[in-house]
């Protein structure tokens, strides 16, 4: 199975600053990775997919990057809806296990 | 709009069976690129893959609780289905259903709104 870790487990920061999590599989998996936003009480949301492409109607603050073991999700400028927990998914096979996840919230 | 809705009981008793049926509306789930799946998460915890179907009846399983699920498809009802046999209390979780886009990129698109099953006696 491919693992996969993400970093900071937790971030705090304010409106409008720039916030980077971190994502590693724990072997290469060229682009497929997937990135959900998950409020609480909420199923997740769905951001990007295949590494850096956004899904439909997300918004373009929300940006990915990275491709082999490496990846970070970048929110560019915060905005106060994107306070949630943010989980990385490795999307090159089965099974498509999920990272633990990074709360923003806050500072 | 695509809608998938979790039902079942919400409270199981330990070394029961935990049975889910995902209804999916506003799209058919014999559609080809598509798996369907279910999802878990315990309280305060991180998601965990439990399995996916396709509508052929395919599956894939978690390695982790494979000995335990058995998941199945309806087509005639659009609906797929998860049991969870010998349940614990470490069983206790959201259980979320989902579809799983399988070209391009493996992917959770589509949600249901999830439902708490709880292992109690």
């Known amino acids: 199975d491919i693992q996969m870790t993400q970093s900071p487990s937790s971030v705090s920061a304010s409106v409008g600053d720039r916030v980077t999590i971190t994502c590693r599989a724990s072997?290469?998996?060229?682009?497929?990775l997937a990135w959900y936003q998950q409020k609480p009480g909420k199923a997740p949301k769905l951001l990007i997919y295949a590494a850096s492409s956004l899904q439909s109607g997300v918004p373009s603050r929300f940006s990915g990057s990275g491709s082999g073991t490496d990846f970070t999700l970048t929110i560019s400028s915060l905005q106060p809806e994107d306070f949630a927990t943010y989980y990385c998914q490795q999307a090159n096979s089965f099974p498509p296990h999920f990272g633990p996840g990074t709360k923003v919230d806050i500072k | 709009q695509l809608q998938l809705q979790e039902s079942g009981p919400g409270l199981v008793k330990p070394s029961e069976t935990l049975s889910l049926t995902c209804t999916v509306s506003g799209g058919s789930i014999s559609s080809s690129s598509y798996y369907w799946g279910w999802i878990r998460q315990p309280p305060g915890k991180g998601l965990e893959w439990i399995g996916s179907i396709y509508y052929s009846g395919s599956t894939y399983y978690n390695p982790s609780l494979k000995s335990r699920v058995t998941i199945s498809v309806d087509t005639s009802k659009n609906q797929f289905s998860l049991k969870l046999s010998s349940v614990t209390a470490a069983d206790t979780a959201v259980y979320y259903c989902?579809?799983?886009?399988?070209?391009?990129?493996?992917?959770?698109?589509?949600w249901g709104q999830g439902t708490l099953v709880t292992v109690s006696s």
């Open positions: 989902a579809r799983l886009v399988v070209v391009t990129a493996i992917r959770f698109d589509y």
């Open positions: 072997q290469g998996i060229s682009s497929w």
